[in-house]
């Protein structure tokens, strides 16, 4: 079964901290993406990633950077937490190739910025 | 801004019904998906068309494709009360990347 983890369902965090989030798959996959979801907003993409050590800005990339060291990790990182970063984070993943559209999401991290 | 935007925002029907919704893009696409997020939950890959098809079924779901009016709709038939969940389109116009649009929340009523 193909999976997709992250590190917590739910953080709380205060204003300013450095705040990682792990998302791992099991998958094998090339690409890796990191969304937020907010009420009325619907999914919005912070990074992608298409390989190791390679990294693409989406669409709202301020305030955050991401680390991929290993195929299989992909990480977050907010790096002075601010209270409109409170949100819910989801990670993906997919395989290369033209033939290949699904994303296979994990189960999310719920954060809170005090 | 968004590429898909889903129509109605909230649906409520009985269970044993049909749920009808509807997503909008802006330029042109390759394939269309749609995703269910149960409450609190992460996405789940339901049904993908490509830009050359019109129509695909999967079980209880049928999509529809329209690229003249760039719209979509899926369609749930025989509601039950465990498909109550929030559904999205997610158009694939550049390659590797996915756009979200906002999501419908279905309740199905027992």
């Known amino acids: 079964d193909v999976k997709v983890t992250q590190s917590s369902r739910y953080l709380v965090k205060r204003t300013g901290e450095k705040v990682f989030l792990e998302c791992v798959q099991d998958m094998d996959h090339e690409n890796m993406f990191w969304y937020r979801q907010d009420p009325g907003l619907g999914l919005r993409l912070i990074y992608f990633s298409y390989d190791v050590k390679m990294k693409e800005k989406g669409d709202i990339p301020e305030g955050y950077s991401v680390s991929r060291e290993k195929k299989e990790r992909f990480s977050l990182i907010l790096e002075s937490a601010s209270t409109n970063q409170t949100s819910m984070y989801l990670c993906?993943?997919?395989?290369?190739?033209?033939?290949?559209?699904?994303?296979?999401f994990g189960p999310g991290t719920r954060l809170t910025v005090l | 801004s968004q590429q898909g935007e889903e129509d109605p925002q909230a649906l409520s029907i009985q269970e044993g019904e049909n749920a009808t919704m509807n997503c909008s893009y802006k330029?042109?696409?390759?394939?269309l998906q749609w995703y269910r997020q149960n409450s609190g939950r992460g996405l789940v890959h339901l049904i993908l068309i490509r830009s050359n098809e019109r129509e695909k079924h999967s079980g209880r779901l049928r999509v529809t494709l329209d690229t003249s009016k760039k719209s979509s709709s899926l369609l749930i038939t025989a509601s039950r009360a465990a498909d109550t969940a929030s559904y999205f389109c997610a158009t694939d116009a550049t390659a590797g990347k996915s756009t979200f649009g906002d999501g419908t929340t279905l309740t199905v009523k027992p």
């Open positions: 330029t042109s696409i390759n394939n």
């Open positions: 993906a993943s997919k395989d290369w190739g033209p033939s290949y559209n699904e994303q296979f």
